[in-house]
């Protein structure tokens, strides 16, 4: 399931800015897969730790390891940072397992859509 967050937060005069689309898929070890171009400055190892540890949050153990394909970046080059793009794919491994606890939760006459 492909998964997409994005992250601002105001800490003036600045802010801090990532967005990410990514797609958790079962491997043999941890590692990325960047499908997305980057400009600027490369954020892939944020995105790793984030996944880790959003993984943590939910239960999972790094007994368990992953692909994580990049399929979609946004980024500044001035907003954004590591710390933006570890928040980013920390909270889209959360969410993604939130939409999958939703669809176990709902009633079968109901339907669920998600943008592409």
Same mark, same amino acid.
């Given at each position: ?27 043999? @070890? *941890?590692? $990325? ?17 984030? =996944? ?31 710390? @933006? *793009?570890? $928040? ?17 939760? =709902? ?10």
């Amino acid at each position: 399931m492909k998964v997409s967050f994005s992250y601002k937060k105001i800490i003036s005069p600045r802010m801090l800015s990532a967005g990410l689309t990514i797609e958790l898929i079962e491997s043999d @070890s *941890f590692e $990325i897969n960047s499908l997305a171009s980057w400009k600027g400055e490369n954020f892939e190892d944020a995105i790793l730790h984030g =996944v880790k540890d959003g993984l943590l949050d939910i239960g999972v153990s790094h007994d368990q390891a992953f692909r994580i394909d990049v399929h979609k970046i946004e980024s500044h080059p001035v907003d954004s940072s590591y710390k @933006s *793009f570890y $928040i980013a794919a920390r909270v889209a491994v959360r969410s993604q397992q939130l939409v999958q606890q939703l669809h176990k939760e =709902v009633p079968s006459h109901w339907e669920i859509r998600r943008p592409d």
